[in-house]
């Protein structure tokens, strides 16, 4: 038998729910654009939005691999776009940083429809740097499967340059963190 306290909860839980579908049938897309950097490991993802986040102070910068919990990505991805859209709805512009469209797929999660204008940018780098920068992480990384993992980076960088349109690429390999982050943070600001 359910204590009194348990009915209230019960009842706050579903109109609660009810309140959440009736805001997500009336609200409208927002003009503020969601900002998306992608690169397969290696790329310096991690280290550039650190560097971005402490200079970029009118954007909200984040690494989507912080709140992934027992490699569940996708609810990872979900949560990072549902943060994305409260913070946009009080007009802060926010730049993700992971691996899109795998293992996050952001066209599946339930804000993402929110947004009017969703912008790429696609990091990549030069199999030296890749194989020096995931030798130095340890773990599962060996020269046999980083040499593998860079041909499919490859194909990646193809699918960037081939897009319509084009999505800018930073090759991390050719620029400083320092330079890579005043090229992002000129991509983001042009597109605004």
């Known amino acids: 038998m359910l204590c009194p306290n348990h009915y209230y909860f019960l009842s706050y839980s579903s109109r609660r729910k009810e309140l959440e579908f009736e805001h ?82 952001i066209q599946i999660c339930d804000r993402i429809r929110y947004f009017s204008n969703i912008k790429y940018l696609h990091l990549h780098c030069s199999l030296e740097a890749r194989m020096q920068r995931l030798l130095a992480r340890g773990g599962p990384w060996n020269k046999q499967n980083i040499y593998h993992y860079h041909q499919f980076a490859e194909r990646l960088l193809v699918q960037a340059r081939e897009s319509k349109p084009p999505t800018p690429v930073i090759d991390t390999s050719k620029f400083s963190v320092v330079d890579s982050v005043k090229m992002i943070s000129s991509w983001a600001k042009s597109n605004e």
């Open 24 to 105: 997500e049938r009336v609200s409208p897309k927002m003009n503020i654009p969601l900002f998306i950097v992608t690169g397969c490991s290696g790329s310096g993802k991690t280290t550039i939005s650190q560097e971005l986040g402490k200079r970029m102070h009118d954007f909200t910068v984040f690494d989507m691999d912080l709140i992934v919990n027992h490699d569940d990505y996708q609810t990872a991805c979900n949560n990072w776009i549902r943060i994305a859209y409260q913070l946009a709805k009080y007009g802060r512009k926010t730049i993700l940083f992971g691996n899109v469209p795998s293992p996050y797929n």
